[in-house]
């Protein structure tokens, strides 16, 4: 085996390694009977993510709203949009509400996650995220 096929072994199981680190967690979201609106609560760490999924009609508003660390962030993903492969529909943060009439009916995906300096440090992000449709 020659040096190139080593290192290209080696980068390769580097990659697949890091990669592998990230845990995706992903959580349905539903609302009660005859409610317009759902609350859940989470914790992450480091370069984790959470996405939660909700289904919605074609012009109907969602509104995203996330409380708790500072840290907390989140990107609104359109049906058959992923997080990492598409653009997202809209973003927030703590403070940062996030409000728009949907273009498609279907399964959203909304990602939380935070950004890369405090991931790097592995700090944990509790939070609290309002989903409301109407």
């Not at 990669?19 to 539903?30: E, G, H, L, N």
């Not at 109907?60 to 990492?84: C, E, M």
Request: charged content about 15%; overall charge positive.
């Amino acid at each position: 085996m020659n040096n190139a096929m080593i290192y290209g072994l080696a980068f390769t199981f580097i990659s697949s390694t890091c990669w592998a680190a990230d845990k995706v967690t992903t959580v349905p979201v539903s609302f009660a009977k005859g409610a317009s609106s759902a609350q859940l609560k989470g914790t992450f760490k480091g370069y984790d993510s959470v996405q939660y999924v909700l289904s919605a009609k074609s012009g109907q508003h969602l509104t995203v709203r996330i409380t708790g660390s500072h840290n907390a962030n989140y990107n609104v993903f359109a049906p058959g949009d992923k997080p990492g492969e598409a653009t997202a529909l809209g973003t927030g943060g703590v403070g940062s509400d996030w409000t728009a009439a949907l273009p498609a009916s279907g399964k959203y995906t909304v990602q939380v996650f935070q950004m890369r300096a405090s991931a790097r440090r592995g700090e944990a992000v509790p939070y609290t995220i309002s989903f409301s449709i109407d």
